[in-house]
């Protein structure tokens, strides 16, 4: 079964490095998400990318955040500017459609830690 | 904004026991909801969902029912296996592309 893959699964950075997380979506799939979670908190929306683009993103993904589909299957996560409070387990999904009732597929995350 | 409420974990059972955990939700519109369960050291894995009102959505003997005159959708399995051990989000999705997820019970099993 086709499923969305992540690298690393840990990184361990510090703070004020930029660090890249990578994802590899379902192949056929055309929405891209990236989630996050603080430990012991809820896993909150990060952004979705459709068609080279942005189409939808969350306060928390500001000017440090940048995404990008760099060919024709990886999709990234770059962090400019690492802070502590960026340590958390990230997670990226993908759906083939756009819609609520369209499932969303995850990854097995990339837990960052920033010192 | 949309939002979703889990019981309070964490949640321990012993085997073969009758397992409820409760999700409450929020939302402007007619959202679809999502369990989602996570296994230790694994990624967020679809359990089942349900897409309108009364649909009930079922996977692996779990089972839990969209319930708009109370805004829940509580999950339910009549005999859980110390393999059920993992952490269950319930999440709904509505007009946006985004999942809103809640915080997350953390089941354990005993056998």
């Known amino acids: 079964e086709p499923e969305v893959t992540q690298t690393p699964s840990h990184q361990v950075t510090q703070m004020g490095q930029e660090v890249i997380l990578r994802c590899v979506p379902i192949?056929?799939?055309?929405?891209f998400y990236w989630y996050r979670q603080i430990l012991g908190q809820k896993v909150e929306f990060l952004v979705s990318?459709?068609?080279?683009?942005?189409?939808?993103k969350s306060e928390i993904f500001d000017d440090q955040f940048s995404v990008e589909r760099p060919d024709g299957s990886n999709f990234t996560l770059k962090i400019r500017s690492t802070k502590l409070e960026d340590s958390a387990m990230y997670f990226c999904?993908?759906?083939?459609?756009?819609?609520?009732?369209?499932?969303?597929?995850f990854g097995p995350g990339t837990r960052l830690l920033v010192l | 904004g949309d939002s979703v409420t889990q019981m309070e974990g964490p949640v321990t059972l012993s085997e073969e026991a009758f397992l409820t955990i409760n999700c409450t939700y929020t939302?402007?519109?007619?959202?679809?909801l999502f369990w989602y369960v996570q296994y230790p050291g694994e990624g967020l894995q679809l359990l089942l969902k349900?897409?309108?009102?009364?649909d009930k959505g079922s996977n692996k003997g779990f089972e839990a029912t969209y319930r708009k005159e109370t805004t829940s959708f509580h999950l339910e399995k009549g005999s859980v296996q110390v393999s059920d051990s993992a952490v269950y989000f319930c999440?709904?999705?509505?007009?946006?592309?985004?999942?809103?997820f809640g915080q997350g019970t953390r089941l354990t099993i005993n056998p």
């Open positions: 192949s056929n799939h055309l929405y």
């Open positions: 349900a897409t309108k009102a009364d």
């Open positions: 939302a402007t519109g007619y959202p679809s």
């Open positions: 990318f459709y068609n080279n683009e942005i189409s939808e």
């Open positions: 999440a709904l999705r509505s007009g946006a592309q985004k999942l809103v």
């Open positions: 999904a993908s759906t083939q459609k756009t819609g609520r009732v369209e499932t969303q597929y």
